[in-house]
């Protein structure tokens, strides 16, 4: 079920929101939470119910894994149970996800012909896997309190952030739960819930949608792209892809909100980032921090000397861009992002610094640069649009060929404008405008008023109403790949 469809904004959410609470206020809390329970697993099984025993079994294991790790302090075989436990999890994510990748690439090497599998990706393994984890983890270093099945459950599968995260924490959400002020309905918190979903739904359906045309057309239809084409493909795919996925953690957080649960912030405005650590301390936030507390800093850090670190970034990065997805352009992309912080930390050491400017300019080039990988299906897409973006092959549009004749002897012609993405003078004003979106006004969490006002009733309600009404071309979230 898709956040962006009528059957959740209009039937799905209302039905378990008015039930919920209709529990708790009949003092109901065990049903109450029960029936989140049960209202998340139906809204995972929407998409295919074929794998809803593969998240049941996946939390039953874990849960009871936990449960072992907290209760056995002193054990000497805490550390082999938690390396079962991180193997396990480890192993549903790969055989699901990165079997054929494996299977392609061993046929590859040993030039032998064994059969791809051709697993359908089960929906969220990457998030609840991450998840649970995190989890195993933190009960091994007794950070954890012991929950009992059905709580553990709701903190795995809580519907608004089930998908595609935010990657939450225990100690988030648990406590949430059990506070007795949210089991009853908060009409602050409605209000404001409303008012970011509102946010959320506008970015995915109005703008991430727009530019997944340009995008799909550019990458995935045109065999070649001129100068402005190729462009135009990067920088809708940039754009794209950020309205997409934050606009679904605006949603969640928005939902949550209804349920009086605060999701951690995943984003704040990562392309006013000035280098590339400071993009990743706000891009996808939560990742960022699993990829940190438990990979990172497991491996030593920055502790262990300069050469040590550098290694450290790679691996983290490498194996970040490998959780994306089971290929090769993820892999280079994640390499690509390790080698930006590993020169980011060297020049930290020189006493020089850019003008802001500038080094806005280099960071958002290099992250949009870098998003061609991510986004290219095969190698050779990347360097169809990679090949155009540093050509000289300048089209421009008919009606300008007698204003600017005088650049036809230097390489430019004029003809059709950037026909093979599919778009016209009205992408180029997107993108214009979208660049002035994202760099000089506040993101959705800034947006959030201590108390709402009738402008920011209107704004909302305005943005819902155009929303809806184009729900009509829904599509799915890009990190539902993932």
């Known amino acids: 079920?898709?956040?962006?469809?009528?059957?959740?904004?209009?039937?799905?959410?209302?039905?378990?929101?008015?039930?919920?609470?209709?529990?708790?206020?009949?003092?109901?809390?065990?049903?109450?939470?029960?029936?989140?329970?049960?209202?998340?697993?139906?809204?995972?099984?929407?998409?295919?119910v074929i794998y809803l025993p593969l998240i049941l079994l996946s939390i039953v294991a874990n849960y009871n894994i936990g449960k072992f790790?907290?209760?056995?302090?002193?054990?000497?075989?805490?550390?082999?149970?938690?390396?079962?436990?991180?193997?396990?999890?480890?192993?549903?994510l790969g055989y699901f996800k990165y079997a054929d990748f494996f299977i392609e690439n061993f046929n590859t090497l040993l030039s032998t012909n064994h059969h791809l599998l051709h697993l359908a990706l089960p929906l969220a393994?990457?998030?609840?896997?991450?998840?649970?984890?995190?989890y195993l983890v933190d009960s091994y270093r007794l950070e954890t309190k012991e929950y009992d099945f059905l709580?553990?459950?709701?903190?795995?599968?809580?519907?608004?952030?089930?998908?595609?995260?935010?990657?939450?924490?225990?100690?988030?959400?648990?406590?949430?739960?059990?506070k007795k002020e949210n089991r009853y309905i908060n009409y602050y918190h409605i209000n404001i819930g409303l008012f970011i979903f509102a946010i959320g739904l506008f970015k995915k359906v109005i703008i991430a949608d727009t530019f997944a045309t340009w995008a799909t057309t550019g990458f995935d239809t045109a065999t070649t792209l001129n100068l402005v084409e190729a462009w135009v493909t990067s920088l809708s795919y940039t754009f794209q892809l950020y309205?997409?996925?934050?606009?679904?953690?605006?949603?969640?957080?928005?939902?949550a909100l209804l349920f009086n649960i605060k999701l951690p912030i995943n984003f704040n405005s990562p392309y006013k980032a000035v280098n590339i650590q400071d993009f990743w301390r706000r891009w996808h936030i939560t990742l960022s921090r699993f990829l940190k507390d438990y990979i990172y800093i497991p491996l030593g850090g920055n502790r262990k000397g300069e050469l040590i670190t550098y290694s450290n970034l790679m691996i983290t990065f490498i194996l970040g861009g490998l959780w994306h997805g089971a290929g090769w352009t993820f892999i280079f992309w994640g390499f690509l992002h390790g080698t930006a912080l590993v020169i980011h930390r060297i020049w930290s050491t020189l006493d020089f610094k850019l003008w802001s400017?500038?080094?806005?300019?280099?960071?958002f080039n290099f992250i949009n640069i870098s998003w061609v990988f991510f986004r290219a299906k095969e190698w050779d897409d990347a360097i169809k649009v990679l090949h155009g973006m540093f050509s000289f092959d300048l089209?421009?549009?008919?009606?300008?060929?007698?204003k600017l004749a005088f650049l036809t002897p230097y390489g430019v012609h004029f003809g059709g404008f950037i026909e093979n993405v599919a778009?016209?003078?009205?992408?180029?004003?997107?993108?214009?405008?979208?660049?002035?979106?994202?760099?000089?006004?506040?993101?959705?969490?800034?947006?959030?008023?201590?108390?709402?006002?009738?402008?920011?009733?209107?704004?909302?309600?305005?943005l819902l109403i155009i929303a809806v009404y184009s729900l009509g071309n829904k599509s799915e979230f890009l990190y539902f790949n993932f």
């Open 1 to 48: 079920m898709l956040f962006n469809s009528y059957i959740f904004i209009f039937v799905f959410l209302p039905i378990t929101f008015f039930i919920y609470f209709y529990l708790n206020k009949k003092n109901l809390i065990t049903q109450g939470k029960l029936f989140l329970v049960l209202s998340s697993l139906f809204f995972y099984s929407w998409w295919n």
């Open 69 to 92: 790790l907290l209760k056995n302090g002193l054990n000497h075989h805490r550390k082999f149970t938690l390396t079962i436990g991180i193997i396990l999890n480890l192993s549903l």
């Open 125 to 134: 393994i990457s998030f609840f896997t991450f998840q649970q984890i995190s």
């Open 151 to 178: 709580n553990y459950t709701l903190f795995v599968t809580f519907f608004p952030q089930l998908i595609a995260g935010p990657i939450v924490h225990h100690k988030e959400m648990m406590p949430q739960f059990a």
């Open 243 to 255: 309205f997409d996925f934050s606009g679904y953690t605006d949603m969640a957080i928005g939902v």
């Open 357 to 363: 400017w500038f080094a806005w300019f280099i960071t």
């Open 395 to 402: 089209l421009l549009p008919a009606s300008l060929s007698h």
């Open 423 to 462: 778009g016209n003078m009205y992408t180029i004003a997107w993108i214009l405008a979208t660049f002035s979106l994202i760099l000089f006004f506040k993101n959705a969490n800034q947006m959030i008023p201590k108390k709402l006002n009738f402008f920011h009733a209107l704004f909302s309600s305005v």
